[in-house]
Nanobody, 122 residues
Framework: QVQLVESGGGLVQAGGSLRLSCAAS????????MGWFRQAPGKEREFVAA???????GYADSVKGRFTISRDNAQNTVSLQMNTLKPEDTAVYYC????????????????WGQGTQVTVSS
């Protein structure tokens, strides 16, 4: 059974840092980009960051320069280092695995974690 399990969420003051981790099990993700999405109350889920098998990265404009995504292919993990957090970063953060070579508009074969809450107080 494939599972993505997030950890590292919590409550932090504005300007602070958090590190999210995602442990994948049940298969290897050598042909998947790994990434993070987030969903704030009353809003749609949005892309945050992604990293390919060969560690090519991409970020949403809202987090560029503040967040850093990394992966450990041997350990089947992906992490998101979040610095200089803002109240607008408050959301549930979801780990994602997306088949490489498939349009990002097609999420049919994606894997998702259950999510971890990140709350940034002002």
């Amino acid at each position: 059974q494939v599972q993505l399990v997030e950890s590292g969420g919590g409550l932090v003051q504005a300007g602070g840092s958090l590190r999210l981790s995602c442990a994948a099990s049940g298969r290897t993700f050598s042909r998947h980009a790994m990434g993070w999405f987030r969903q704030a109350p009353g809003k749609e889920r949005e892309f945050v960051a992604a990293i390919s098998w060969r560690s090519i990265t991409g970020y949403a404009d809202s987090v560029k320069g503040r967040f850093t995504i990394s992966r450990d292919n041997a350990q089947n993990t992906v992490s998101l280092q979040m610095n200089t957090l803002k109240p607008e970063d408050t959301a549930v953060y979801y780990c994602n695995a997306h088949p490489e070579g498939v349009s990002s508009l097609n999420r049919r074969d994606d894997y998702w974690g259950q999510g971890t809450q990140v709350t940034v107080s002002s």
